[in-house]
Every structure is written in C-alpha cells, then in structure tokens.
C-alpha cells in the first residue's frame, strides 16, 4: 500500500511561513510527480502545487510567488515552503500524486493562519 505521509503544519500569525514535509517510498518517489492539495470544511479539495520527476512545477494562481514546491531524491520527500501567509491558506494540506491519485487520502497537516 502506498503511503505519504505529511507533516509541518501548525498556526502561525498572517505573514509568517511554513514548509510542509511530505514523505514516501523511494518505488513511488522516482517514477510519479507530486502534488500538493488543500482542503477547508464545507469545500472541495483544491490543488495547490505539483513537482515532476525532472522538477518541472506548477502553481495555482492563488500561491503563485508565496509557495515553492521541491523534492529531495535522496530523501524522497517533497516539500512545500509557503510564505507570506494569509488567512484564507488556512486548510488541511495533503500531498498526493496528480498523475495517479492515491486513495484513501493520507491524514494530511494543519495549517492555520490566524493572530
């Protein structure tokens, strides 16, 4: 079974910054690009980010120029920094493949930005 599991998140005030962690099997890392989603209650999930295997990135308009994606390959884990925070960020972040999306979703991380 395919597992990816998340980690980073937290409260943090307006402004501030983040990097989420997410890790898998060494199998799945080299073969798929990753992805990064978010979810709030009451709202569908919504993409955030994704990675390549060759690093290529794409970003939804929302984060452009406040969130990076990047992976580690001798880690196989990816990762997201996410900067100058806002309100509306706040969501449960979940990492997943967007060429072959793993069900059940993993527990995901907490973000919460709020003073």
């Known amino acids: 079974q395919v597992q990816l599991v998340e980690s980073g998140g937290g409260l943090v005030q307006p402004g501030g910054s983040l990097r989420l962690s997410c890790a898998t099997s060494?199998?799945?890392?080299?073969?798929?690009?990753m992805g990064w989603y978010r979810q709030t209650p009451g709202k569908q999930r919504e993409y955030v980010a994704s990675i390549g295997t060759g690093g290529s990135t794409d970003y939804a308009d929302s984060v452009k120029g406040r969130f990076t994606i990047s992976r580690d390959n001798a880690k196989n884990t990816v990762y997201l920094q996410m900067n100058s925070l806002k309100p509306e960020d706040t969501a449960v972040y979940y990492c997943?493949?967007?060429?072959?999306?793993?069900?059940?979703w993993g527990q995901g991380t907490q973000v919460t930005v709020s003073s």
């Open positions: 060494a199998a799945i890392f080299s073969r798929y690009g």
């Open positions: 997943n493949l967007p060429g072959a999306i793993i069900r059940p």
